[in-house]
């Protein structure tokens, strides 16, 4: 019987699972072995748990390379950073395969995972999700672009009033002026009036 190490404690590998070395995993799963142990230490530091073989190196069973070929798949196609992708990953597992290190060596024998029927519904779900991220993702982006062009037209606006406002005040000023220079004009006139009037009256 394999022996495999979780927490510092032997027990027996899983009779329905096979572990798998790191390295195992690397080749068949394409990541390369530094990816694979950032992984590996991004998981266990959200506290889903990985059993140590002999060696006390990481030994991974089926169910782990679920989350660490889904966040493979979320930062190489979607382009998302290592903390993101392991939140997503995490949220679509259900919570005892989350945090393995809860179990006691005699439950995590009786952990039983269907591998394939579980890998389809957790490709499914990874879809689902990054469906509707991308549905979000659309959504903001056409807010954004109403948002723009909201902004453009209350531009226009404002500067269609500012224009008027200036051409208005602009236009008063020359009234002022104008007012300004006809008064002295008509009281100059007047002054002419009144003294041709007194120059012709008949003197008493």
């Known amino acids: 019987m394999n022996i495999a190490r979780i927490d510092g404690e032997q027990i027996p590998e899983q009779a329905n699972e096979v572990v798998y070395p790191g390295g195992e995993v690397s080749r068949n799963s394409g990541i390369t072995r530094s990816s694979l142990t950032k992984n590996c230490i991004a998981l266990g530091n959200k506290g889903y748990g990985f059993i140590r073989g002999a060696n006390n190196s990481k030994a991974l069973t089926s169910k782990d390379t679920l989350p660490i070929q889904g966040m493979k798949e979320l930062i190489q196609d979607k382009s998302m950073i290592m903390e993101t992708s392991v939140n997503v990953v995490l949220s679509l597992l259900p919570e005892n395969e989350r945090h393995l290190r809860g179990f006691s060596p005699q439950e995590q024998n009786h952990i039983a995972v269907p591998v394939v029927s579980n890998h389809l519904k957790y490709s499914e779900d990874i879809s689902n999700k990054l469906d509707s991220m991308e549905k979000e993702l659309e959504d903001l982006k056409i807010q954004n672009e109403l948002l723009q062009n909201q902004n453009i037209q209350l531009k226009q606006t404002m500067d269609k009033s500012l224009n008027n406002r200036d051409e ?11 007012t300004k220079r006809i008064i002295p004009s008509s009281q100059e006139k007047k002054k002419g009036f009144f003294k041709k009037v007194m120059f012709f009256s008949p003197s008493i």
């Open 168 to 178: 208005n005040f602009s236009s008063l000023i020359h009234e002022v002026q104008e």
